[in-house]
């Protein structure tokens, strides 16, 4: 019987002669970057936040400067009587938000002011017959929603009720023949998904099961050589949003350039350290 990687080799390297519908996919320039332009992404960061007053605030051991109880007190407030959690006051019920506010909760060391058992109840209904999950029970799979809801379980100690096989076999499906990921089927690869994606696999102990090499070629093919930053497919107009995640999948893959990223919280493996947070079990098969 062959291996889910066997199988996937010849997903990425099909027989032209037997294919049937193509799938949708790029293909990428032979000039397209090959190498990690580092110091252009540190320079384009670093401009973006010179030039944007709304840009994000990170907070480093400073969880003193905001006021804990009222926010803790206001995260809580968000949870319904059957586990989920608003986004906000209009109600909108999403698995997003049971990720974001368990992983706000656990960074302040607060996850005891939720109700874990419900939540936990809540997003497993949430999962679907291929091992996926999606926003609310009955939606489709998808990796961003995978990602929050295996990123979720893995933050409450409930990670064994994933089929860690079947759920890698959804995620590794969603590598196509140019190496990128796509977050469901027939859709274009998108750098985003090597994070959503990656980190999924990595957290179920299934990073093992995809093309590294190709998807990494992937990646590369996304940045910018002029301005530095990374887009969602080659040759589109860079973003933060793509260069954080371009960069954090390429640590996944184990590029030594880039720090380690814990594949939880995305957030550099040496403070997940500090807060003692890695408490879940990777079943590597």
Request: proline letters at 5%; a negative charge.
């Amino acid at each position: 019987m062959d291996s889910p990687m066997e199988v996937k080799n010849r997903q990425l390297n099909p027989d032209p002669v037997s294919c049937g519908t193509p799938v949708k996919d790029v293909i990428l320039p032979d000039n397209a970057p090959k190498e990690l332009l580092l110091q252009k992404h540190a320079d384009y960061i670093a401009a973006y936040g010179n030039k944007k007053d709304d840009y994000i605030l990170t907070l480093y051991d400073a969880v003193d400067e905001i006021d804990i109880d009222n926010l803790v007190k206001w995260v809580v407030s968000m949870q319904q009587e059957d586990g989920s959690f608003y986004g906000d006051k209009w109600g909108e019920v999403d698995t997003r938000f049971s990720f974001c506010a368990t992983a706000c909760l656990t960074l302040l060391g607060r996850q005891d002011a939720m109700n874990v058992d419900k939540a936990v109840e809540f997003v497993l209904s949430c999962m679907n017959f291929d091992g996926g999950f999606g926003c609310r029970p009955g939606s489709e799979s998808h990796s961003g929603q995978i990602y929050c809801c295996v990123g979720f379980l893995a933050i409450t100690g409930h990670l064994h009720n994933v089929d860690a096989d079947r759920l890698g076999w959804w995620l590794c499906e969603r590598q196509l023949p140019s190496g990128g990921l796509n977050g469901r089927p027939e859709k274009l690869p998108d750098v985003c998904y090597s994070w959503w994606v990656l980190a999924s696999m990595a957290i179920i102990g299934r990073l093992h099961w995809i093309d590294k090499e190709k998807l990494r070629r992937f990646i590369l093919a996304c940045q910018d050589e002029e301005t530095g930053g990374f887009a969602d497919r080659p040759g589109d107009m860079v973003d933060p949003f793509h260069t954080l995640f371009g960069l954090a999948g390429l640590s996944l893959l184990g590029d030594k350039s880039v720090l380690p990223v814990n594949p939880v919280y995305c957030m550099p493996e040496d403070v997940i350290r500090k807060l003692s947070l890695n408490n879940y079990e990777v079943d590597e098969r």
